[in-house]
C-alpha cells in the first residue's frame, strides 16, 4: 500500500486547508486511517482517526471543532479539513493506514501499518 498526502501549504490564522491522502491498492475501503503530524524537535501527534466505514471519527483535543476527518473509498481517498487554523497547526502532517478495520488504537502511532510521506502546513500568525 502507498499512500500520497497533498494539499499543504501556508495559510494565515484563522485560514482553512484540506489535506487529502490516496491510497494505492483494493483494499483501501477495509483499513482505518488516521492523520498524524510532527513539528521539528517534537514527537508525531495523532490528529484524527476514522474507521473504515466512515462510522467512528476520533479527534485529538487540540483539534476538536475545527478539523474533520472524512474519507471516500470510492476514491481510496482520505481528507482532513482544517479550519480556524492557528500557528501551533503548523507541522508536517502524515497519513497513515492500519489494516485492521474497526480499530480502537486510532490514536497509538504504532498501530498503523502503512505511512505517507507527509505535506507541510505552515500557518502564519
Known amino acids: 500500500v502507498q499512500l500520497q498526502a497533498s494539499g499543504g501549504g501556508l495559510v494565515q490564522a484563522g485560514g482553512s486547508l484540506r489535506l487529502s491522502c490516496l491510497a494505492s491498492?483494493?483494499?483501501?475501503?477495509?483499513?482505518?486511517m488516521g492523520w498524524f503530524r510532527q513539528s521539528p524537535g517534537k514527537e508525531r501527534d495523532f490528529v484524527a482517526g476514522i474507521i473504515w466505514s466512515g462510522g467512528r471519527t476520533t479527534y485529538a483535543d487540540s483539534v476538536k471543532g475545527r478539523f474533520t476527518i472524512s474519507r471516500d473509498n470510492a476514491k481510496n481517498t482520505v481528507y482532513l479539513q482544517m479550519n480556524s487554523l492557528k500557528p501551533e497547526d503548523t507541522a508536517v502532517y502524515y497519513c497513515?493506514?492500519?489494516?485492521?478495520?474497526?480499530?480502537?488504537?486510532?490514536?497509538?502511532?504504532?498501530?498503523?501499518?502503512?505511512w505517507g510521506q507527509g505535506t507541510q502546513v505552515t500557518v502564519s500568525s
Open positions: 491498492g483494493r483494499t483501501f475501503s477495509s483499513y482505518t
Open positions: 497513515a493506514a492500519d489494516i485492521t478495520p474497526d480499530s480502537w488504537a486510532v490514536a497509538r502511532a504504532a498501530a498503523y501499518h502503512y
